[in-house]
């Protein structure tokens, strides 16, 4: 039964693709099948080296101790991604913050692309260590986040200057909180 969190877990860790690929595709910059495959790639190996760490972790803690305490970390990492939007959204600073970055990036270089990896990898490590001690496994929360990553950076990149992909992106942060919230009531209540 693994599934629909790996899902939802693999929806929550790569939005931030989504709003990377819409980024790019704002600005005219195509991501190529390559470029997307390398930072995906990358995001993938981040999440699985967290996911591992933190099965490894929950097997060192008692069973109830390491479901509660990772969904509890979910639950939290959820309401700061819904606090911070709403910060940023009430301070109008998202928009300013965007600009400067679409405004900073004329091209997709090697080192960039190495770059939108790790910080990709690097977002999700968190995620990965709490959704595993809270009971997600890694192959299917692995094979979520990568078909995840690819889709999003590839259809955000796409489909960068439709109007409602843009609304959606700008709402990434939301969404994902909600999402790590409700994966971590599913953790709870599936895995108890």
């Given at each position: 039964m693994q599934i629909i969190p790996s899902l939802?877990?693999?929806?929550?860790?790569?939005?931030?693709?989504?709003?990377?690929?819409?980024?790019?595709?704002?600005?005219?910059?195509?991501?190529?099948?390559w470029q997307n495959l390398v930072i995906s790639g990358i995001t993938l190996l981040g999440t699985c080296?967290?996911?591992g760490f933190g099965d490894w972790l929950a097997s060192k803690l008692p069973p109830m101790i390491s479901r509660y305490s990772g969904s509890i970390i979910l639950m939290l990492l959820g309401i700061w991604y819904v606090v911070k939007w709403l910060t940023k959204k009430l301070s109008h600073t998202r928009e300013a913050a965007q600009t400067i970055v679409a405004e900073a990036v004329l091209r997709l270089s090697l080192p960039e692309v190495l770059g939108l990896g790790v910080s990709l990898s690097l977002n999700?490590?968190?995620?990965?260590?709490?959704?595993?001690?809270?009971?997600?496994?890694l192959f299917p929360a692995a094979v979520a986040t990568l078909a995840c990553s690819l889709l999003f950076l590839f259809a955000g990149n796409r489909l960068g200057r439709s109007r409602p992909l843009q609304v959606f992106g700008a709402a990434a942060d939301p969404v994902s909180g909600i999402l790590l919230i409700l994966l971590a009531f599913l953790q709870v209540f599936l895995s108890g």
């Open positions: 939802l877990f693999g929806i929550s860790a790569s939005l931030d693709a989504l709003m990377i690929g819409i980024g790019y595709g704002i600005r005219g910059i195509r991501i190529r099948l080296l967290s996911v999700n490590i968190g995620i990965g260590l709490s959704a595993s001690i809270a009971g997600l496994t």
